[in-house]
């Protein structure tokens, strides 16, 4: 069974920081592009960030572009979403996903792309 796990989502103030963690079981993530995705209640679900399967390639919504940096360790079979800097809108389920696609700008946000997806990770920013 293909597995993915979102952790580190939490209670954090605003201007704060939270790191998620993204860990795959029974496959490797070095062979998929990864996303992160998330969902506030009664929103859709929304693109954030990707990175690609080598990680040379990281792409980011507007709405967070230049305070989530996604990252990956291979060798830790984990992707993850460093946050800061962050907002009450930032609230929402964080979700990950894995792609046998390419991470490409005009694609990254879209959940048809992924074949696997992680369970969430709530992120409350509040004060």
């Known amino acids: 069974d293909v597995q993915l796990q979102a952790s580190g989502g939490g209670l954090v103030q605003p201007g704060g920081s939270l790191r998620l963690s993204c860990a795959a079981s029974?496959?490797?993530?070095?062979?998929?592009?990864i996303g992160w995705f998330r969902q506030a209640p009664g929103k859709e679900r929304e693109g954030v960030s990707c990175?690609?399967?080598?990680?040379?390639?990281?792409y980011y919504a507007d709405s967070v572009k230049g305070r989530f940096t996604i990252s990956r360790d291979n060798d830790k079979n984990t992707v993850y979403l460093q946050m800061s800097s962050l907002k009450p809108e930032d609230t929402a389920v964080y979700y990950c996903?894995?792609?046998?696609?390419?991470?490409?700008?005009?694609?990254?946000?879209?959940?048809?792309?992924?074949?696997?997806w992680g369970q969430g990770t709530q992120v409350t920013v509040s004060s």
């Open positions: 996903a894995a792609s046998e696609y390419p991470c490409l700008r005009s694609t990254f946000y879209n959940v048809a792309y992924y074949d696997y």
């Open positions: 990175i690609s399967s080598s990680g040379s390639s990281t």
């Open positions: 029974n496959f490797n993530l070095e062979d998929y592009a």
